[in-house]
C-alpha cells in the first residue's frame, strides 16, 4: 500500500487550525467535576471536544458498546427476541457492563413509520404472548390470572395477548427498556432496504422498497431527519450512523462510494455533510456517526480519476475495509455549517477471518498495523485530535490464532486511545463473525430466559469496557440511572470513583478537579492527550525523554510545556493551544521558561512548538533547536 507522506510542518498546521475553530484541549482540563441534581430525560447529550467525547458538565464519556441486529432485516426487530424476553436480555447486557447499543436498521423501516403505516413485527423475529390478557373465569369459581399460560415480551402484543404491536411502537419499547437499564443506544442505516444481507449494497440510495418505492438521496435524509425530530427529547438515542459501510470499488464510478470535493450523488463526504446539517437543525445535540468507504485515489500517476480503471502496476486506488477508508477526510473534512462538536468518525476494522487482506501477510504488531494500514486510513483522525472516533464495528471468531491476535491487538490500541467502540455484534448468527451469544432459550415466561455467553470472547471484549480501575464497576452513561444492577450512573461515577480509583479509560486514569492525576509515581503521568508507548507508537506521537543543554529538573526540562516531566505531542498541543488563547490555555511560569527556546527574546511563537516537536519525531537530539 502506498504510504501518505505527513510533514512535521503538518502536524502542527493542524494543531493551529483546531484552535481557530475551538478547542482541542479537552474542556475536562481545568474544570471542575458537577453533577446534575435531576434526571430531566434529556440532559444525557454527548458532545465532542478534540478527539474526545463530553456529557453536559464538560466530564469525559467513554463509549463501550456492541451492535444488535434485526432491524435492519425483514423481522422488524432485534433477532433473538424469538428466543428470549426483552427484559431479560437488556438486562445481562447492562449487567456485563455494555453501555451502548448500535441497532442497524434499514431506511425503508423508518420511511414506513414516517408516512403512518409501520410495518408489524414479523412473527418470526419476535416471540410474544400474555395469554390470558386479562383475568378470567375458570369457569369453576375461581380466576385465571392474566399472563398465566404465557409472559414473554408482553409489550410487544395487542389487547387480545398475542397479535404483535407495529414496529415503530416495538422501537419505542425498545428504548424505554435500554433506558430502564442504564444503556444509550444508537441506530444505524444498514441499508436502503429492508434485506437480511442489505449491507451488501453499497450506497445508501438506489434500491427499491417491498411496495415499489425507490430509495433516493433525498428519501433517506428525510428520514432521519424525520427520526431525528421525532427523538429529539429523548436522549437514550443519542446519535445516527448515516450510512453502514459506504463501499464500492473505484471502477465502478458512480455505482460506488467515493470521497472527494465533489457534489456528485455518490460522494459520500458531500451526502453525509449535508444530511448532518438537517439532521442537527432538528437535534442539535445528537451525535452523528460518519463512516468510510472502501477505496480512495493513490496519486500514483497524473491524471489518475475515479472510476478509471484498475491497474496491475500502480494502482490508481488504495483498499480498505468496507466504510473504513478515511484518507479523503484528510482533505475533505466533515465540516456541517453548525461546526464539528457532534461529528465522530466510525470506520469499521476486522481480522483475517473476515478477509486476508495485505496487511496481515506478516508478523503483524500493532506498529506494522499503524504502518500498514491504521494509521493512514483511520487512526490520525484521532492521534491528531481531529475527532473523536468509534470503531462501529470489530470483532470476529476466536481462534487461537491470527484473529484473536488482531481483536486483542486493536482492543489494547482503543483502550489506551480513548476510540469509542461497538463491538459485532450479540448476535450468534453473524456467519463470518459468530457472536458474544452462543444460544438463548426460554420457557413462556419472562425471567425464564437462559443466555449461554461466548465467554471466551466476552473476557477479551470486557477489558475495553469502561469500568473502574480497582473494584470493576462498569460505567453507564446516564447521569442517573446505573448500567445494571452493579454499574454506575454517570454521577456516581464522577462523584465517588473518578478522584480515586479512576477508570481504565486512557490505559488507567484517575481524575480530580478535572484533570488526570498520577497514583503510582513510578508511572508514566497521564494527560488528557497522552501518546502511545514508543514501543507502539507513530514516529510522530512518540514520548521523549528530551536531551538538553544543562541538569534540568522534572519539571524544567526544555520542551515540557504541561510540566509533567516529559517531553511529547501533549507538549506541542499545550503551546499552539497557549499561542492561540493564551487567556483559556495559560501556561505556568516554568511552562513558558520551558519552552520559550527560539526567536531570541520574542515570547513563544509557532517555532518554539516545531522545535518540540522535531525532538519528538527525534529529527533532532536535543533543545533548543538552532538551524
Known amino acids: 500500500m502506498k504510504k501518505l507522506t505527513k510533514t512535521l510542518l503538518s502536524f502542527v498546521s493542524a494543531s493551529a487550525l483546531s484552535v481557530t475553530m475551538g478547542s482541542s484541549i479537552p474542556a475536562v482540563i481545568g ?46 426487530s432485534p433477532h433473538y427476541l424469538y428466543a428470549g424476553d426483552i427484559d431479560d436480555m437488556l438486562q445481562e447486557v447492562a449487567d456485563r457492563g455494555i453501555n451502548v447499543i448500535r441497532f442497524p436498521i434499514s431506511t425503508e423501516l423508518i420511511l414506513s413509520w414516517m408516512n403512518g403505516t409501520p410495518y408489524q413485527i414479523s412473527s418470526g423475529g ?53 433506558k430502564k437499564y442504564g444503556i444509550k443506544a444508537f441506530i444505524d442505516i444498514h441499508s436502503p432496504h429492508a434485506d437480511n444481507s442489505g449491507h451488501n449494497y453499497n450506497l445508501w440510495y438506489g434500491k427499491e422498497t417491498a411496495d415499489g418505492t425507490m430509495i433516493t438521496t433525498e428519501i433517506w435524509q428525510d428520514t432521519l431527519v424525520w427520526i431525528a425530530d421525532k427523538y429529539k427529547n429523548n436522549d437514550t438515542l443519542i446519535g445516527y450512523d448515516l450510512k453502514n459501510e459506504p463501499h464500492g470499488k473505484g471502477p465502478e464510478g458512480d455505482k460506488a462510494a467515493k470521497w472527494d470535493g465533489s457534489t456528485d450523488e455518490n460522494n459520500w463526504a458531500y451526502a453525509a455533510t449535508k444530511c448532518a446539517e438537517a439532521i442537527l437543525d432538528v437535534n442539535p445535540n445528537a451525535l452523528i456517526f460518519i463512516e468510510g468507504v472502501e477505496q480512495s485515489l493513490s496519486g500514483a500517476m497524473p491524471g489518475d480519476y475515479w472510476g478509471i480503471a484498475d491497474r496491475r502496476d500502480n494502482s490508481p486506488y488504495i483498499g480498505a475495509w468496507w466504510g473504513g477508508n478515511f484518507r479523503g477526510a484528510r482533505e475533505y473534512p466533515i465540516q456541517p455549517k453548525q461546526g464539528t462538536s457532534q461529528i465522530v468518525y466510525s470506520p469499521h476494522d476486522y481480522g483475517p477471518s473476515v478477509y486476508a487482506q495485505t496487511w496481515f501477510d506478516k508478523d503483524f504488531t500493532t506498529q506494522t498495523l499503524l504502518d500498514d494500514y491504521w494509521y493512514d486510513t483511520w487512526a490520525y483522525i484521532n492521534a491528531e485530535d481531529i475527532a473523536p472516533e468509534l470503531i462501529g464495528e470489530w470483532g470476529g471468531h476466536m481462534d487461537g490464532a491470527e484473529n484473536q491476535k488482531w481483536m486483542e491487538l486493536l482492543r489494547d490500541y482503543m483502550i489506551s486511545h480513548h476510540i469509542n467502540h461497538t463491538f459485532w455484534c450479540l448476535n450468534t448468527n453473524s456467519g463470518d463473525t459468530g457472536g458474544l451469544w452462543a444460544n438463548i432459550s426460554c420457557g413462556q415466561q419472562a425471567g425464564s430466559t437462559q443466555i449461554t455467553w461466548e465467554e471466551e470472547k466476552y473476557a477479551l471484549l470486557e477489558k475495553a469496557l469502561w469500568q473502574t480501575q480497582e473494584t470493576g464497576k462498569y460505567i453507564g452513561l446516564d447521569h442517573q440511572i446505573a448500567l445494571g444492577q452493579n454499574g454506575l450512573s454517570l454521577n456516581q461515577f464522577y462523584a465517588d470513583y473518578a478522584g480515586t480509583e479512576g477508570s481504565n479509560l486512557d490505559g ?24 502511545e508507548n514508543p514501543t507502539t507508537a507513530k514516529p510522530s506521537d512518540t514520548t521523549t525523554s528530551a536531551t538538553t543543554d544543562g541538569g534540568q529538573s522534572d519539571t524544567n526540562l526544555l520542551g515540557d510545556a504541561n510540566c509533567d516531566g516529559e517531553v511529547n505531542m501533549a507538549d506541542v498541543a499545550s503551546i499552539i493551544q497557549h499561542i492561540g488563547n493564551h487567556d483559556a490555555y495559560a501556561l505556568s511560569e516554568q511552562g513558558v521558561a520551558n519552552v520559550d527556546m527560539c526567536d531570541g527574546t520574542a515570547g513563544i511563537t509557532g517555532n518554539d512548538a516545531l522545535a518540540v516537536q522535531l525532538l519528538v519525531a527525534k529529527q533532532i537530539t536535543k533543545l533548543p533547536y538552532v538551524e
Open 31 to 76: 474544570q471542575t467535576e458537577t453533577v446534575s441534581a435531576v434526571d430531566t430525560n434529556n440532559d444525557d447529550w454527548l458532545h465532542a471536544e478534540g478527539s474526545r467525547l463530553y456529557d453536559m458538565n464538560g466530564n469525559e464519556v467513554w463509549i463501550t458498546g456492541a451492535n444488535w441486529f434485526g432491524l435492519n432485516c425483514i423481522e422488524y
Open 126 to 178: 419476535m416471540q410474544a404472548v400474555y395469554n390470558p390478557p386479562v383475568d378470567q373465569d375458570d369457569g369453576n369459581g375461581g380466576v385465571i390470572k392474566a399472563g398465566t399460560y404465557g409472559n414473554l415480551n408482553k409489550d410487544f402484543v395487542e389487547a387480545d395477548g398475542k397479535t404483535l404491536i407495529t414496529s415503530d411502537r416495538g422501537f419505542d419499547i425498545i428504548l424505554d427498556k435500554c
Open 508 to 531: 488507567g486514569t484517575v481524575v480530580k478537579d478535572g484533570k488526570p492525576v498520577v497514583t503510582n509515581p513510578d508511572e508514566k503521568p497521564t494527560t488528557a492527550l497522552s501518546t
